[in-house]
């Protein structure tokens, strides 16, 4: 089974799927905290927020790299199963959204960052 490409750049697509999946773990996360019984599936969630968190500013890198091997011609061949219009509108939005609610919860919400910002 192949993934969907929804960008002829790969390290686009693997951006795309990585910032939907470390939105999608990062809600879990939070939203698992408060069950103390299911401590090892709030484990999980977490670790694989650690783990996307981590790979996506390398995902990030990596598309400049693309570009770059795109444009001497080292990377020669291009994502040919692209998606319909209106998949790939969805996907963006999706991802949009989900950049969205991770930047507000690494600005507003993260406790570290909390309390760094409280002046006494």
Request: glycine share 0%.
């Amino acid at each position: 089974m192949k993934i969907p490409c929804f960008h002829k750049f790969y390290s686009v697509n693997i951006f795309l799927y990585l910032i939907i999946i470390y939105a999608l773990s990062l809600a879990c996360t939070l939203s698992s905290y408060i069950c103390i019984n299911y401590f090892y599936i709030w484990i999980l969630y977490a670790l694989l927020f650690l783990i996307t968190m981590e790979l996506t500013p390398i995902s990030f890198v990596l598309i400049f790299i693309e570009l770059i091997l795109r444009k001497f011609k080292y990377i020669k061949s291009e994502c040919t199963n692209i998606v319909d219009e209106k998949i790939k509108k969805t996907i963006y939005g999706v991802a949009v959204t989900a950049l969205i609610y991770i930047l507000w919860y690494w600005i507003y919400y993260n406790p570290i960052l909390e309390k760094q910002m409280q002046f006494d």
